[in-house]
Structure formats: C-alpha cells, structure tokens
C-alpha cells in the first residue's frame, strides 16, 4: 500500500515542513518505513514539538517529537601553574 509521510512543526509558524532547511530521509526494511527529519541550520524558531503523520489506505498514523535547546558547554578553560624546585646539593671531597 502507498502512502503519504509528512512533518508539521507545531510551534510558530504552523507549516509543513519543505524546504532546504528541513530535509525528511525516509528508511525502509522492506516491512516498517522510519523517518528522520533534518534541520540545516538550527535558529531559536525550530525548537519545539514537529509532529509526523503517515497516512495510507488503511488509516493514518501520528507522532511526536520534539527538538530541544541544549547549551553549549562552556569553552573556557582553567590554567594552573605550578612551580617545583629541587635543591641541589653539593658534597664536599
């Protein structure tokens, strides 16, 4: 049975997903078909819930997923120096 696959972004603005931005890479085992949603150039706008639905002759089908924003870690990094000194000792013949 053929069907139709779709990704919505439920979050401002409510669209279907086309585009260079958003790229759907479909995988197929012959039995189950998986769907990967990529998003070039991520900006504060595409965070949020997508919702994917697959639709064909026997019904439809729907999820959720949803991209969150994950803070970069911090890139500052932390020196410490420290000095030893040996003393020599000299011996006297």
Same mark, same amino acid.
């Given at each position: +049975?053929?069907?139709?696959?779709?990704?919505?972004?439920?979050?401002?603005?409510?669209?279907? !997903?086309?585009?260079?931005?958003?790229?759907? !890479?479909?995988?197929?085992?012959?039995?189950? =078909?998986?769907?990967? $949603? =990529?998003?070039?150039? !991520?900006?504060?706008?595409?965070?949020?819930?997508?919702?994917? !639905?697959?639709?064909?002759?026997?019904?439809?089908?729907?999820?959720?997923?949803? $991209?969150?924003?994950?803070? +970069?870690?911090?890139?500052?990094?932390?020196?410490?120096?420290?000095?030893?000194?040996?003393?020599?000792?000299?011996? =006297?013949?």
């Amino acid at each position: +049975a053929s069907g139709n696959m779709g990704h919505q972004h439920l979050g401002p603005p409510h669209c279907l !997903v086309t585009g260079e931005k958003y790229e759907s !890479v479909t995988m197929d085992n012959g039995y189950n =078909k998986y769907m990967m $949603l =990529k998003v070039r150039g !991520v900006s504060q706008g595409d965070f949020g819930s997508y919702k994917c !639905v697959a639709k064909n002759s026997l019904g439809e089908t729907d999820g959720l997923i949803k $991209l969150d924003e994950i803070p +970069a870690p911090s890139t500052t990094s932390t020196f410490t120096a420290t000095a030893v000194t040996t003393p020599i000792s000299s011996r =006297k013949k």
